[in-house]
């Protein structure tokens, strides 16, 4: 029998997972999030905001 289709479908699977869990460049995985230093000026890269709790800039997926 012909399992190509499964091993295509379980690797999609896996790149699934794996690309999930990464964070853009400049982030940091902090628990559940990604997280990167406020800069000097107190602005938080482009897609993130700062969160108060954390004293941390949290990338918004």
Do not use: D
């Not at 690797?11 to 997972?17: L, R, W």
């Not at 902090?30 to 000026?41: A, E, S």
């Amino acid at each position: 029998m012909n399992f190509s289709w499964l091993t295509i479908f379980i690797f999609a699977i896996i790149a699934v997972a794996v690309s999930a869990k990464s964070c853009p460049a400049g982030f940091q995985k902090t628990g559940q999030q990604c997280t990167v230093q406020r800069t000097i000026r107190g602005e938080c890269p482009p897609g993130s905001q700062y969160k108060p709790n954390v004293n941390l800039c949290v990338y918004q997926h």
